[in-house]
Each structure stands twice: as C-alpha cells, then as structure tokens.
C-alpha cells in the first residue's frame, strides 16, 4: 500500500515557476515508478510526465517538454515536478500517481493515487 499527498501547489503568473512535490509513505516508494498528471475543470486527466523508479529516466508529455522536470528523492520518498515558463493552459488540478510500469502514460492504469493540488497561472 502507498499513500500519495502532493503539495506545493498556488497562483502564478504566465512565465513565472512552481516546484510541486508528491510525498509518499510505505516502504515500497523506490519500487514504483511515478507520474504526474493534471486535470482542468471539464476536461479529462492528461499525461504530464513520468520517472522512473531509480530516477534514471524520464518521459514527458509534448505539451510540457522543456518546461517541466520530473526529479525524485528515493531516501525522502518523495517526487518533485519543477514547472517554469508557465501557461494559463498549465491550470489544473495536478496529481501523483505510482505504477509498477514504466513508462506509462494512462492514468487507469497507474496503482495509487494522491488526492491533487490546485494550479493556477495568470494570464
């Protein structure tokens, strides 16, 4: 079982930066492989990006490559999404999720979910 809590999230202006972060309990964090999606109000959850488990690898999505990064902290279970040059299309709900498979890019699919955090950029 893996419990899944993001932070980090808030209002920004277009162009401007956040670092969002995805703590994760249980012993098992640096076996799973983790992914951020989003999801704006009327629309279906979208792939963001993935990481694997060693954090050796990552896969992102073409709307946000180059501007997001995907990192992990194994010893703090913990994954990071660094967001910069942030868009008002960027607004969302953002979450977490944990898979046994990498990479992957279909939320039903992924193991465990956090409960998301509210992204705002200003236009």
């Known amino acids: 079982q893996v419990q899944l809590v993001e932070s980090g999230g808030g209002l920004v202006q277009t162009g401007g930066s956040l670092r969002l972060s995805c703590a994760a309990s249980g012993r098992t964090f640096s076996r799973y492989a983790m992914g951020w999606f989003r999801q704006a109000p009327g629309k279906e959850r979208e792939f963001v990006g993935c990481i694997i488990w060693s954090g050796s690898s990552t896969y992102y999505a073409d709307s946000v490559k180059g501007r997001f990064t995907i990192s992990r902290d194994n010893a703090k279970n913990t994954v990071y999404l660094q967001m910069d040059s942030l868009k008002p299309e960027d607004t969302a709900v953002y979450f977490c999720?944990?898979?046994?498979?990498?990479?992957?890019?279909?939320?039903?699919?992924?193991?465990?979910w956090g409960q998301g955090t509210q992204v705002t950029v200003s236009s």
């Open positions: 999720g944990a898979s046994s498979i990498f990479p992957l890019s279909t939320w039903p699919d992924y193991d465990y």
